[in-house]
């Protein structure tokens, strides 16, 4: 079966710090997606990154990068120089196969102080 | 380009009761997705319909239902509410459906925030 673990419940940073989030999955399918969401007080779950099974190479947007390793089912958020503003919860989710729905994992608070 | 707009923002009703959410997808998506997260379940998935067609559906009980319309909105409708359908309901769409082998990512709403009394 199916399924996300975010391991990092809540982390707390002071504002420039880097910071990781922790994303592990468990799939048997070959062809599958990975996402990650970051979801502030307003609610909505905003679209940070979208990387397929086949694509483990590293990306970077700015201050955010991602670390994506099949051997270890591992999908890694990093930020970079934190701001007050990173301050959210941030879902890491993998898409099934075959419906296209999404399986989130629980959640990573990030709480940044200035 | 308008993003996905859910109403209401904000819903109390009585237990017993039955609620209906609206979801209009961002123009030019036919697919749409919904979701219910809780502090205890976090976020599950309820169904997608495209086309008019529901796809695929969650493990939810069938009090939980929906429907797409043909300019791709959505409502989903939750019957003879409990206690523990308190919850934040998120709408997601998508241009072609799936976020699976299509790899087409979710834009999400704001969703409707239900409380139930």
């Known amino acids: 079966a199916q399924k996300v673990t975010q391991a990092q419940t809540e982390i707390s940073v002071v504002e420039k710090e880097d910071v990781t989030l922790d994303c592990v999955y468990e799939?048997?399918?070959?062809?599958?997606?990975l996402f990650w969401y970051k979801q502030p007080p307003s609610g909505e779950l905003v679209f940070l990154i979208r990387?397929?099974?086949?694509?483990?190479q590293n990306e970077i947007s700015g201050r955010y990068s991602w670390n994506f390793q099949k051997s270890t089912s591992s999908f890694n958020f990093t930020i970079t120089a934190s701001q007050v503003v990173d301050s959210a919860v941030y879902f890491c989710?993998?898409?099934?196969?075959?419906?296209?729905?999404?399986?989130f994992g629980q959640g990573t608070t990030l709480q940044v102080k200035p | 380009k308008a993003g996905v707009t859910q109403t209401p923002r904000y819903l109390i009703k009585t237990r017993g009761q039955q609620v209906t959410l609206s979801c209009s997808p961002i123009?030019?998506?036919?697919?749409v997705s919904w979701y219910q997260q809780t502090p205890g379940q976090g976020l599950q998935f309820l169904f997608e319909y495209f086309s008019e067609t529901q796809r695929n559906k969650g493990n939810f009980p069938g009090r939980f239902s929906g429907r797409q319309f043909s300019n791709s909105r959505s409502e989903m409708n939750v019957s003879t509410l409990e206690l523990g359908d308190s919850a934040l309901y998120l709408c997601a769409s998508s241009r072609r459906g799936g976020t699976g082998k299509k790899g087409t990512e979710a834009f999400f709403g704001q969703g409707t925030r239900l409380t139930v009394v």
């Open positions: 799939t048997r399918d070959t062809t599958y997606y």
């Open positions: 990387r397929n099974s086949f694509d483990e």
């Open positions: 989710a993998l898409s099934e196969g075959n419906t296209g729905k999404l399986i």
């Open positions: 123009s030019g998506h036919r697919s």
